[in-house]
């Protein structure tokens, strides 16, 4: 048998084996937490290198070729596992003392996990792990950690805290269901229902396939955890109707990503990255998913007023009567193999069940609806498709966290998230706006190219420290961190989520990345919100006062940023006016009341004088 065919039959067993375990885990419990952390690692290295091995062909690095590399690693990479859980079994029996040997293998371990972290997910993520370790091994005199290679290696290896750590951990008990969650709803066929709906639902407006996107991505995004998956799923739906109806392709691509992007902030999943802020910060996951409401509004609401304002400026109507969606009694009625199990997500943790026991239970329902609703997910070919893709995806997740591990266990170690900390407090002299815009874009930065739950793990505690310094409550330090850790995949040079739409679109990637942030705008603007107007958090001591003049004030800046940046509003903008827009929408988002009245009463004005302006010229045609 060629070695390609046996990699991928060895490839779709391990994904298999390793979606029943995560169900397994979910559901009854981590038995003994060395065994269920070496299952979860190993079958995700398994995959990884096995995937390298079908698809060699493919690779970046030319100077290894064919698959039998690849299998060799495979098989090491089973045995470094294997050799590490007798360790840590043994040890939990008696002392042993761990000899050079077992150093020189960890750290041969953590080289193979980063490799497989550079062929799955680029060179911005391995450039991050690889600078930290070089960091850690960097003598003091030179600036760096002064760590001896072998109390490293100790210490990421052979402990809790490096590549076993809290990343896996996690990942391993809560958030894989979740993900075996979603692929059974994308196999069964839900999820063209919730597309046809959302079609169906947007087909009156101006740019209906435009707004149908929006609301399709997120709720797929809200499940998924990943823009990049959610942008090529639904986007080669999506993004040809877009354009068909009459938008640019680079529009199309744009709207496509944002909206997936914006899926990973959607309450009540989010991504699943809700489940992970919960776990670092303390705070309740019913606390988290309240203050991420609002905010969440905001941004899908932004999205459809540029949506509304592009279709003005483009003359475009609404879907024509005769092509738009129709719901049936059959389409309500299977839609119930997504709200059920939602519902069922809610209602456990209500009862103040675990996340993980809210993932199990909802994959049941969902399961069972879709078996139900859906015949053709009655195929064992389906059930086995979704298994499999489940297992892919679980593993790609597995190998990110493995590296992610050691990034924090070294930041913990060397302390570099407070040397950090005092660098953004020196060069922002004290000042919170300034120190606010150093760590939006150290975010930006250190989140291009990996997941969002991986971004947001890596943040919470290199950019943790500088807002705790600056004194911001820890729930609006964190959903700042988390916002713009998921806007870094639409944010140009490594807008992933832009780019896996572009050749969908037929657009270029670098201008639709760049078309992404201004349809996100109001992405940028929402974090500062959390920092001077905590109050769309519903956290503790706002006031509906506070909370209605927040959603008042970004309303109106909205439009103003909207219509600004596309030039139009009912007719065509002159420069000047553009300007003035934006300018006043700065103004009315100051902490400052009297420049939110100043501000707010002059685009109120503007807005009113435009509208005179176009009626007054409709009058004289």
């Known amino acids: 048998m060629d070695l390609r065919i046996t990699a991928r039959v060895a490839?779709?067993?391990?994904?298999?084996?390793?979606?029943?375990?995560?169900?397994?885990?979910?559901?009854f419990g981590v038995f003994d937490t060395t065994i269920v952390y070496a299952i979860m690692v190993t079958l995700g290295g398994i995959i990884g290198f096995l995937t390298l091995a079908e698809t060699n062909e493919n690779q970046n690095l030319k100077f290894i070729s064919g698959p039998n590399i690849h299998i060799l690693l495979t098989i090491l990479f089973i045995a470094l596992i294997w050799r590490w859980a007798t360790i840590m079994l043994e040890q939990e029996s008696y002392f042993i003392f761990i000899e050079r040997p077992d150093f020189i293998m960890a750290w041969v371990a953590i080289s193979m996990m980063g490799y497989l972290t550079y062929r799955f997910f680029g060179a911005p993520m391995f450039l991050v792990f690889a600078a930290i370790i070089f960091y850690a091994l960097l003598p003091g005199d030179f600036g760096g950690g002064d760590l001896?290679?072998?109390?490293?290696?100790?210490?990421?290896?052979?402990t809790t805290d490096g590549v076993f750590g809290r990343p896996v951990q996690v990942v391993s008990t809560t958030i894989l269901i979740f993900i075996v969650f979603g692929g059974v709803l994308q196999t069964s066929g839900a999820g063209e229902v919730l597309l046809k709906m959302a079609f169906a639902a947007t087909g009156r407006f101006s740019g209906g396939p435009a707004h149908a996107s929006i609301v399709g991505s997120a709720v797929f995004g809200m499940m998924?955890?990943?823009?990049?998956?959610?942008v090529v799923s639904t986007g080669v739906f999506t993004i040809p109707i877009i354009k068909k109806a009459g938008f640019k392709a680079k529009f199309a691509a744009a709207v496509e990503a944002t909206a997936s992007t914006g899926g990973?902030?959607?309450?009540?999943?989010?991504?699943?990255?809700?489940?992970?802020?919960?776990?670092v910060t303390g705070i309740s996951y019913l606390s988290i998913v309240v203050a991420a409401i609002i905010p969440a509004i905001f941004y899908y609401l932004s999205l459809f007023l540029v949506v509304l304002v592009e279709c003005r400026k483009e003359g475009i109507g609404p879907t024509p009567i005769e092509k738009r969606e129709v719901i049936t009694r059959k389409d309500w009625v299977q839609s119930l193999a997504f709200w059920l199990p939602l519902g069922t997500i809610i209602t456990v943790l209500l009862a103040g069940r675990t996340p993980q026991n809210a993932g199990f239970y909802a994959l049941i329902i969902a399961i069972i609806s879709c078996l139900i609703l859906f015949p053709q997910f009655r195929s064992p070919k389906k059930w086995l498709d979704a298994v499999i893709v489940s297992g892919k995806t679980a593993a790609t997740l597995m190998i990110i966290v493995t590296t992610v591990g050691v990034v924090i266990g070294i930041v913990n170690m060397t302390g570099i998230g407070l040397v950090f900390a005092d660098i953004i407090r020196t060069l922002s002299g004290g000042q919170m706006f300034l120190s606010l815009i150093m760590v939006m874009l150290g975010c930006l930065i250190m989140g291009m190219g990996v997941p969002s739950v991986t971004a947001y793990l890596i943040l919470a505690l290199v950019m943790g420290p500088v807002l705790e310094n600056l004194g911001i409550a820890k729930i609006s330090a964190h959903m700042f961190m988390l916002y713009f850790g998921v806007l870094s995949v639409i944010t140009p040079p490594v807008a992933l989520a832009a780019f896996a739409a572009a050749p969908i679109a037929g657009s270029k990637p670098m201008e639709t990345g760049f078309e992404a942030i201004r349809l996100a705008?109001?992405?940028?603007?929402?974090?500062f919100m959390f920092v001077y107007y905590p109050d769309i958090l519903i956290i503790d001591g706002y006031t509906v006062t506070g909370l209605t003049a927040a959603i008042a004030r970004f309303l109106l800046a909205t439009w103003m940023i909207c219509t600004g940046l596309a030039r139009f509003e009912r007719a065509k903008l002159p420069i000047w006016e553009s300007g003035l827009r934006i300018g006043l929408a700065a103004a009315i988002l100051t902490p400052e009341i009297w420049s939110t009245i100043i501000g707010g009463g002059a685009?109120?004005?503007?807005i009113y004088l435009h509208a005179q302006t176009k009626k007054l010229k409709l009058q004289k045609s």
């Open 11 to 27: 490839r779709d067993i391990s994904a298999t084996l390793l979606t029943i375990f995560a169900v397994f885990v979910a559901g």
């Open 264 to 279: 990973q902030i959607m309450p009540p999943v989010m991504g699943v990255v809700a489940f992970i802020m919960s776990d």
């Open 603 to 606: 685009a109120l004005l503007l």
């Open 521 to 527: 705008f109001a992405g940028f603007i929402i974090p």
């Open 224 to 230: 998924s955890g990943a823009a990049i998956a959610n």
């Open 148 to 158: 001896n290679w072998e109390s490293l290696a100790d210490r990421q290896w052979f």
